[in-house]
């Protein structure tokens, strides 16, 4: 039934679903998880790599998941890789397009909202599909300060103080909803962010070549924006692992300790 | 041609224009208002061809409220400045060009100073402590070089 009206993204079905839209969202369900948390002194966004083979040549370039877009901005993706370097590409250009008019650095949610326009357009005219990626931003400006914003192929997008795209996203989000708190520091949400991924990914442990977190945040005025290196990412993870020991090895004790029926 | 300056002081700042639109010794009409308010925090003073002025101020003071009415927040000074300058440039390399010198002057909520822009039809804009547009700036600028202070009046001098 649903097949006579998914293969235009510009109509709509008959009970009133863009099934193209939908279909791309289902694209980005089953990519590589993006997690992002706002802390109070800056913003934490990290990606699980899913292309992980050894013969690929990792050692120069960038990143893999983790886009930067100006100065104060940066973007992490999930879906369809050639689909996002083309976002990417035009997120670029529109923030220098901003400051080439305007002098000064663009504040982050307009830039979400122009690319989110351009999204939209691709499920209203012309014939092509959406675009199959979600994206998360994190950005400074003077306005707001520190922003986390998540868009999807509908050309949505929304303000977050943490949230979570791709695989797992479910499990990863109602996580969040238990575990973030509001005036969390960056430290500790890098903390956090190990562990929510330690407990929702698929794979029987994590390691940092699975892995790649960057941090934003501002110094003397500047937004500055590193990946952490290997070797913290790989403390963070058996800071982790050693806690997940210690709970364990506290409700063995809890068990112990009730009488047994 | 007809004569506007600026002073910037530590946090306000002072324009002048004349109120004059000639035409070698016509005088067509004596009560010109040259200022253009762009926002709560922004004034544009304009002097150059007649026509092209209105247009062109007019243009930019839309364009500056219509960035409010999408964003919730004002354009900065210097944004405006830029902004500005931009549109001159641009028409200065195509079609016709506006013909007109301005002076922008604007407080900056969040840095807390004053800001003086200078621009001329060429699109040149320079942030400046004092700048004059027109034969009156022949007069003014060497008063200015000499008694210019940032912080205070000088006594019987505007």
């Known amino acids: ?261 | 041609m007809e004569c506007i300056l600026g002073i910037r002081f530590n946090d306000f700042i002072l324009l002048a224009a004349d109120t004059i639109d000639s035409r070698s010794i016509v005088v067509m009409k004596h009560d010109v208002d040259k200022f253009f308010p762009l926002s709560k925090n922004l004034l544009m003073a304009v002097c150059g061809e007649s026509g092209d002025t209105t247009q062109f101020s007019e243009y930019i003071a839309k364009n500056v409220h219509l960035y409010k009415m999408k964003n919730d927040y004002e354009l900065s000074p210097r944004a405006s400045a830029n902004f500005t300058r931009r549109m001159l440039a641009d028409s200065l390399r195509s079609r016709e060009r506006y013909n007109v010198n301005l002076l922008m002057a604007g407080y900056d909520e969040v840095e807390k100073k004053a800001e003086l822009y200078y621009m001329d039809y060429l699109a040149s804009m320079m942030e400046l402590p004092y700048c004059a547009h027109g034969y009156g700036s022949y007069f003014v600028l060497g008063c200015l070089d000499a008694y210019y202070k940032p912080g205070k009046l000088p006594s019987g001098v505007v």
């Not at chain 1, 370039?61 to 050639?82: E, N």
């Not at chain 1, 691709?122 to 092509?128: D, E, V």
């Not at chain 1, 913290?232 to 993870?237: S, T, Y």
């Open chain 1, 1 to 261: 039934m649903a097949r006579r009206y998914d293969s235009r993204t510009t109509i709509f079905s008959p009970e009133g679903r863009l099934y193209q839209v939908e279909y791309a969202m289902e694209a980005i369900a089953h990519a590589g998880t993006c997690l992002g948390i706002l802390a109070k002194d800056g913003i934490i966004l990290a990606a699980e790599k899913k292309n992980t083979n050894v013969l690929l040549d990792d050692e120069n370039f960038f990143s893999d998941k983790i886009y930067k877009l100006y100065d104060d901005m940066v973007c992490s993706v999930a879906g369809i890789t050639s689909d996002a370097n083309v976002l990417t590409n035009e997120l670029r250009l529109i923030a220098q397009r901003y400051f080439l008019q305007y002098g000064e650095p663009m504040p982050c949610e307009q830039l979400v909202s122009w690319l989110c326009n351009i999204k939209q357009a691709y499920t209203q005219y012309g014939g092509k599909r959406p675009f199959g990626v979600s994206i998360l931003y994190a950005g400074w400006d003077k306005h707001y300060g520190f922003q986390l914003y998540q868009s999807d192929p509908s050309g949505n997008y929304g303000g977050w103080k943490a949230t979570c795209i791709g695989n797992y996203s479910n499990a990863a989000i109602s996580l969040l909803k238990q575990d973030y708190k509001e005036e969390i520091s960056l430290q500790e949400a890098k903390a956090l962010v190990v562990k929510i991924l330690s407990k929702t990914l698929d794979t029987t442990k994590l390691s940092p070549e699975k892995l790649e977190i960057a941090s934003l945040y501002r110094e003397k005025n500047n937004t500055k924006m590193s990946i952490l290196k290997h070797e913290e990412v790989k403390r963070l993870i058996e800071d982790q692992e050693r806690v997940e020991k210690e709970e364990e090895a506290q409700k063995k004790r809890e068990a112990e300790a009730r009488p047994s029926t």
